[in-house]
T-cell receptor, first 116, second 111 residues
Framework: GAVVSQHPSWVICKSGTSVKIECRSL??????MFWYRQFPKQSLMLMAT?????????EQGVEKDKFLINHASLTLSTLTVTSAHPEDSSFYIC????????????FGPGTRLTVT | QKEVEQNSGPLSVPEGAIASLNCTYS??????FFWYRQYSGKSPELIMS????GDKEDGRFTAQLNKASQYVSLLIRDSQPSDSATYLC???????????FGGGTRVLVKP
C-alpha cells in the first residue's frame, strides 16, 4: 500500500505555545488529506478535510482558528495547533487519498501531542 | 441511529479459528467500503477495500459485501495472536467526500 509519514511522532509542549505537525504522502500524490484526532479508548474523530490548494473544510465543533491546516502541495499537509492547552493533548493522525471517494485512504503513523 | 455500526466486542477467538466481524451501514447509496486494523496506540492500517457485492479475498482475509442488506463483513481465517487488534469498518457515502467509521470491533486471539 501507499506510504504516509508524519512528523514529529510525538511532541511535548507548554500550554500557550503552538505546535506544527507535518503529513507527507511519500509515493503518491494526495489530492485530499484528512486530519483526525483520537483520545484514549475512543473512536477516530475527523477534524477536517483538505484539498491541495484549497481551504480546509472543518467538521462541526472544530475551531478553524485553533487548528490551522495548510495543504500547500500534493504531498504535504500541515496541522498547526495554536495556543495549545492540556485538553488538546491527544493522538493526531493524518490520512491521504490519491483520488476521489472511491480511492483508498492511507493513514500516517500519528503524532502524540502532550501539552503541559 | 449511528451511520456505521459494529459490535464493540471483544470477540474472543482461539488461535487457528475463523474470526467473523460484521458491519452495517445506514446510507443505501454508499459506494466504497473499507476495513482497517488498529493496534493499541497505533494508527489504522488498511487491510481490505470492497466496492461490489460478493466476496473479495486477500490472503487470510475475506471481505463480503451485501448492498441490498446494507452490511459488510470481514472474515479472518487461521487467526493468529498477532491479529488481536481493533477492526474498523469504514464507508464512503455516495455524495460524501469522507469516510464514516464504525466504532470498531476488538478482536482477541487466544493461543
Amino acid at each position: 500500500g501507499a506510504v504516509v509519514s508524519q512528523h514529529p511522532s510525538w511532541v511535548i509542549c507548554k500550554s500557550g505555545t503552538s505546535v506544527k505537525i507535518e503529513c507527507r504522502s511519500l509515493d503518491f500524490q494526495a489530492t485530499t488529506m484528512f486530519w483526525y484526532r483520537q483520545f484514549p479508548k475512543q473512536s477516530l474523530m475527523l477534524m477536517a478535510t483538505s484539498n491541495e490548494g484549497s481551504k480546509a473544510t472543518y467538521e462541526q465543533g472544530v475551531e478553524k482558528d485553533k487548528f490551522l491546516i495548510n495543504h500547500a502541495s500534493l504531498t504535504l499537509s500541515t496541522l498547526t495547533v495554536t495556543s495549545a492547552h492540556p485538553e488538546d493533548s491527544s493522538f493526531y493522525i493524518c490520512s491521504a487519498r490519491e483520488g476521489g471517494p472511491s480511492y483508498e485512504q492511507y493513514f500516517g503513523p500519528g503524532t502524540r501531542l502532550t501539552v503541559t | 441511529q449511528k451511520e456505521v455500526e459494529q459490535n464493540s466486542g471483544p470477540l474472543s477467538v482461539p488461535e487457528g479459528a475463523i474470526a467473523s466481524l460484521n458491519c452495517t451501514y445506514s446510507d443505501r447509496g454508499s459506494q466504497s467500503f473499507f476495513w482497517y486494523r488498529q493496534y493499541s496506540g497505533k494508527s489504522p492500517e488498511l487491510i481490505m477495500s470492497i466496492y461490489s457485492n460478493g466476496d473479495k479475498e486477500d490472503g487470510r482475509f475475506t471481505a463480503q459485501l451485501n448492498k441490498a442488506s446494507q452490511y459488510v463483513s470481514l472474515l479472518i481465517r487461521d487467526s493468529q495472536p498477532s491479529d488481536s487488534a481493533t477492526y474498523l469498518c469504514a464507508v464512503n457515502a455516495f455524495a460524501g467526500n469522507k469516510l464514516t467509521f464504525g466504532g470498531g470491533t476488538r478482536v482477541l486471539v487466544k493461543p
